[in-house]
């Protein structure tokens, strides 16, 4: 049994249509009433005619209304296998909701839908998905096609971690996917069609504020691998002022091992103590990777010029293999799926 879970606020006769059409799929349904005014009433007594609603005390927002759900799914569809998140403003077709039921039902349980961006997508839509990859790929070390798309699918073991993932606006997304990361979760995604209905205007997603909040919650998920790197540029900026170049190839491994020691450390035991950490290969081979690269690059630069110092040339290593680590998850992401 599948369940759809619709966060709900201020809709339209979109959410009506939108339940109809997954009733006659025969799936069961939660709507979330966000807090939305008494105005938006018939809509919800419309839709509670075939689906079950709860409602906010006031409106907290996206995150807030999921996490609502999720904590009151299985006492309210006690045999559900799955359920599914989907947005109430039409922009999921109901065709690609039943492939996630499938996909589901077909042995993954987490499933992450992937949208197809053609020319007529609105810009804010385009660059906030473009802006987020980049983001999202360098901070956290994972790529995805799409990691803003709200059509994702679970299996219901996920809820005790789901209701611990912080976040409570659009920022709980994003950082739901961080939390799947790091416990190694596997995460399927599958292709769907972009629906953009006039323009996408009846979105309530702030182009400005609600992006700072995105980014702002998934520091606070990854400050860590922040604190690791400036670690290894203090050592590195330290090795530089005692030693120069001359135990280039021990001091700049040491450093960047030693910032990856500590970044280990700080999400094991500090950001992701609540569920089961399983990133510490992952960062370990990554950090060898670096290492190695760092060390061969800046001893290339030292053959052309000794005019720049080693700190200098180490972040220029650095700089380059942002760029070539980005490229190795995203061809990863396109060989593993």
């Not at 080693?310 to 380059?320: E, G, H, K, P, T």
């Given at each position: 049994?599948?369940?759809?879970?619709?966060?709900?606020?201020?809709?339209?006769?979109?959410?009506?249509?939108?339940?109809?059409?997954?009733?006659?799929?025969?799936?069961?349904?939660?709507?979330?009433?966000?807090g939305s005014e008494e105005s938006y009433d018939a809509i919800f007594a419309t839709v509670a005619e075939t689906a079950t609603v709860i409602k906010s005390p006031k409106n907290e927002g996206k995150g807030?209304?999921?996490?609502?759900?999720?904590?009151?799914?299985?006492?309210?569809?006690?045999?559900a296998e799955y359920f599914i998140t989907a947005d109430a403003d039409g922009q999921h077709r109901v065709e690609d909701i039943v492939r996630v039921r499938d996909t589901l039902d077909n042995g993954n349980d987490f499933v992450l839908s992937v949208r197809k961006f053609q020319k007529n997508i609105p810009f804010r839509s385009k660059f906030g998905n473009d802006l987020s990859r980049i983001v999202y790929t360098i901070m956290n070390g994972h790529y995805f096609d799409d990691n803003q798309s709200g059509l994702r699918g679970f299996s219901v073991k996920h809820i005790d971690w789901l209701l611990k993932v912080k976040g409570e606006k659009y920022d709980y997304e994003m950082n739901m996917l961080c939390y799947a990361d790091k416990q190694g979760i596997k995460i399927?995604?599958?292709?769907?069609?972009?629906?953009?209905?006039?323009?996408?205007?009846?979105?309530?997603?702030?182009?400005?504020?609600?992006?700072?909040?995105?980014?702002?919650?998934?520091?606070?998920?990854?400050?860590?691998?922040?604190?690791?790197?400036?670690?290894?540029?203090?050592?590195?900026?330290?090795?530089?002022?005692?030693?120069?170049?001359?135990?280039?190839?021990?001091?700049?491994?040491?450093?960047?091992?030693?910032?990856?020691?500590?970044?280990?450390?700080?999400?094991?035991?500090?950001?992701?103590?609540?569920?089961?950490?399983?990133?510490?290969?992952?960062?370990?081979?990554?950090?060898?990777?670096?290492?190695?690269?760092?060390?061969?690059?800046?001893?290339?630069?030292?053959l052309f010029t000794m005019a720049l110092p080693?700190?200098?040339?180490?972040?220029?290593?650095?700089?380059?293999m942002l760029i070539v680590e980005y490229q190795i998850h995203k061809l990863m992401h396109k060989t593993i799926k």
């Open positions: 049994m599948s369940v759809v879970v619709i966060p709900a606020y201020q809709p339209d006769n979109e959410l009506i249509r939108l339940v109809k059409q997954l009733n006659d799929q025969n799936f069961s349904i939660l709507v979330v009433n966000d807030a209304a999921l996490k609502r759900a999720f904590a009151a799914l299985r006492e309210l569809f006690p045999s399927t995604t599958l292709p769907i069609e972009s629906v953009y209905i006039d323009g996408n205007k009846s979105s309530h997603f702030n182009p400005i504020a609600d992006t700072v909040r995105i980014y702002k919650r998934l520091f606070t998920s990854v400050w860590p691998s922040c604190l690791g790197v400036a670690v290894w540029e203090l050592l590195t900026m330290l090795a530089t002022i005692i030693f120069g170049y001359e135990y280039s190839v021990i001091s700049i491994p040491t450093a960047v091992m030693i910032g990856a020691f500590i970044t280990f450390l700080t999400q094991r035991f500090f950001v992701f103590s609540k569920v089961p950490y399983k990133d510490g290969m992952r960062i370990l081979c990554f950090s060898v990777i670096r290492a190695t690269a760092y060390t061969i690059i800046t001893e290339i630069i030292l080693m700190f200098v040339s180490v972040n220029i290593a650095a700089l380059l």
